[in-house]
């Protein structure tokens, strides 16, 4: 069957996507260099310098907001310690430079080498954490950050350190308003554009599936834990850097603008200016600001007493917008704008290497007597079967038999209690399940688990991370473009053979059911596995998707491909399978053709639960 025909098969209206062909849009085009070139007059207009100052706070927040953005926006990791980093940046300036006379440029990177290391530390021992142990967790040392500043006595305790100079170079002072504007504009925007850079790369893709849990990104050889962690450090250089302009801005540092009260204020223009997308960040911080000064000086003329009334009117914002607006005013710019692709620039890339394919016939996968128990359950009891190259093999079994969990025990989701599992001759049991994946083992899940709002060609390239190697410094200096491209043409050719050559710049969260399997097929080929695990790829798929999903497998089939598949649409195992491997209760049932166990009494009786 022709590409063209399974795409039909897939959506009819496949066959004529114009309507799936990315437009151009301005603003996203322009709209950065329209901020840039604004950013860069407003300073030369005659604004009063009371505007400036507040634009330099505004870029000042804009940092450690942005490191919020990539944290907790992106990476799903909630941080209310953002401003314990701030402050090592401040401490670590004012201390140098007012006792020692060092530097201030100098001092900058002492503060992000110590913001770096305390970073690693921290994440090191609490991203391992998730639920709600992850933010509890940043609050208690965000809080232990804070009492430490307000107690050394080298640090002044809580009056801090006064007589902080501003920033000068070779005799030019910067000032506290429009010559600091540009140092403070400058760091905003080149932090900005790495940030963007970062996430539109091979990192940026590991990082976006972070939020989604660690399975499937594992399940692609992304080290989540490294990525979680470089991303926790990134933040707090950032919040660092920020820390430093605001001890030269200010001249003085104490604890209060490090505290928790201001983690959570960041947390709070992230989340307000859209905490999934960079530019929320400038949106975020400019708004909070803005609002929190207009409204000290209006609450307390309107109610006639003074006080901290602003306080209580952002508590009531906060719950307002978390209900009404939850993706943030730059989601809803977003939103409204064509959706941002990638043009085509990878027709003329290098093919991605491949890795030495098994011979026809060859045993692939080794299943030894595996194991495994839950307390007293033993929910796989001494299971073995074998697949080999160009060979579709089945693991059926009624409901609760064990067949998820014998899945999980080969692709390293769980780990055995006994029995073996060797990987074309070599023992995998006992491996993680990235260790595995980078053997050349690749699977789709049970329930489909995609970025979502990432389009669909970036989905599948996310498959193939382990081909690459660039890392998150090549992508901000844009020293990765060539592999890019080679790992973009691999999704592109991937998502042909499934027949979904065209919703290449299609969000995936908009694809139907039978497409997003077709999308964890490509994927798990992206990765050029020599065995392809697929957990009931057909589940929710209508009749002629589960007819263009069986066409796909049995061609990867032809092309050597050695196929493990678990499924109870029986049509479609009865199909496609070349042998079937029946549980039952965790033990091994039977195994044979399609016509075996079609024929089998013991099967039939299982399936419908009588006595065999
Ligand atoms: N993490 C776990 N802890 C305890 N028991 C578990 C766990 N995972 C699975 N089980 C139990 O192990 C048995 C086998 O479950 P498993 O999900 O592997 O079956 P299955 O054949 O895949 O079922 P289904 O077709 O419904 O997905 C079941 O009794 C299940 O309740």
Not at 159 to 187: C, H, M, N, P, T
Not at 216 to 224: D, I, L, P, S
Not at 404 to 424: D, H, P, W
Request: charge should be neutral; proline fraction near 4%.
């Amino acid at each position: 069957m022709k590409t063209t025909e399974m795409e039909a098969l897939v959506n009819p209206s496949s066959l004529a996507p114009a309507g799936n062909a990315p437009r151009k849009s301005l603003l996203r085009t322009w709209g950065p260099l329209a901020l840039v070139v604004v950013l860069i007059a407003l300073p030369l207009l005659p604004l009063p310098d009371f505007w400036i100052i507040q634009l330099n706070y505004i870029g000042i927040y804009t940092l450690p907001v942005l490191g919020l953005v990539l944290l907790t926006g992106v990476g799903g990791l909630t941080s209310f310690g953002q401003a314990a980093f701030v402050g090592i940046g401040a401490y670590t300036t004012a201390y140098l430079s007012v006792n020692y006379g060092i530097s201030p440029w100098l001092t900058l990177f002492i503060g992000l080498v110590l913001t770096g290391v305390s970073a690693a530390l921290i994440g090191a021992l609490t991203l391992r954490m998730s639920g709600h142990y992850l933010p509890l967790a940043t609050i208690a040392w965000a809080l232990s950050l804070y009492y430490l500043m307000g107690n050394l006595d080298a640090l002044g305790k809580y009056d801090g350190i006064l007589g902080v100079k501003g920033l000068s170079l070779f005799g030019f002072e910067f000032g506290q308003q429009r010559a600091f504007y540009g140092v403070v504009w400058a760091f905003a925007i080149v932090a900005c554009f790495a940030v963007i850079r970062l996430l539109d790369s091979r990192s940026g893709r590991a990082i976006r599936a972070l939020a989604g849990g660690s399975q499937m990104a594992e399940a692609m050889g992304v080290n989540t834990l490294r990525f979680k962690i470089g991303i926790f450090v990134l933040a707090a250089l950032l919040a660092s850097i920020s820390g430093w302009l605001f001890a030269h801005f200010q001249r003085t540092v104490n604890p209060s603008p490090f505290g928790i009260k201001m983690g959570i204020e960041y947390l709070f223009m992230a989340v307000l200016g859209g905490s999934g997308h960079v530019w929320g960040a400038i949106a975020g911080s400019g708004v909070v600001k803005l609002l929190e000064d207009q409204l000290q000086v209006l609450l307390p003329k309107l109610i006639g007493t003074s006080g901290n009334y602003e306080l209580i009117v952002f508590g009531i914002m906060i719950v307002l917008v978390l209900k009404y607006l939850p993706d943030g005013l730059w989601n809803f710019i977003d939103q409204r704008l064509p959706r941002p692709f990638r043009a085509v620039d990878w027709q003329d890339a290098p093919a991605l290497p491949a890795r030495g394919k098994p011979a026809a016939g060859e045993v692939v996968l080794d299943v030894q007597a595996i194991r495994k128990t839950f307390g007293g359950l033993v929910a796989v009891n001494d299971i073995s079967f074998q697949t080999r190259a160009g060979q579709i093999v089945g693991l059926i079994g009624p409901n609760g038999a064990g067949k998820s969990t014998t899945f999980n025990l080969v692709t390293g989701v769980l780990s055995l209690s006994g029995g073996a599992v060797q990987f074309r001759g070599q023992p995998i049991g006992g491996l993680s399940a990235r260790q595995i994946a980078e053997r050349g083992v690749s699977r789709t899940f049970q329930h489909v688990k995609m970025v979502a709002d990432m389009t669909v060609l970036e989905n599948v390239a996310l498959g193939a991370h382990l081909r690459g190697g660039k890392g998150a410094v090549s992508a901000m200096l844009r020293l990765d473009r060539n592999e890019e491209r080679a790992l973009f043409k691999e999704a592109e050719r991937q998502l042909q053979r499934v027949g979904m050559g065209a919703y290449l710049h299609e969000t995936a969260g908009n694809l139907a059911m039978g497409q997003q399997r077709l999308l964890e097929i490509a994927r798990a080929l992206c990765a050029d596995p020599a065995l392809l695990l697929l957990d009931e790829p057909a589940a929710g798929l209508r009749h002629k998707e589960k007819e263009a999903l069986g066409q796909v497998l049995r061609t990867l089939r032809d092309e050597g491909m050695s196929i493990l598949l678990v499924e109870h649409d029986m049509g479609l195992v009865m199909d496609i399978c070349d042998h079937i491997v029946v549980m039952e209760f965790g033990t091994h049932l039977m195994e044979g053709s399609p016509a075996d166990v079609q024929r089998s009494d013991k099967v039939r009786a299982a399936y419908l639960g009588t006595e065999h």
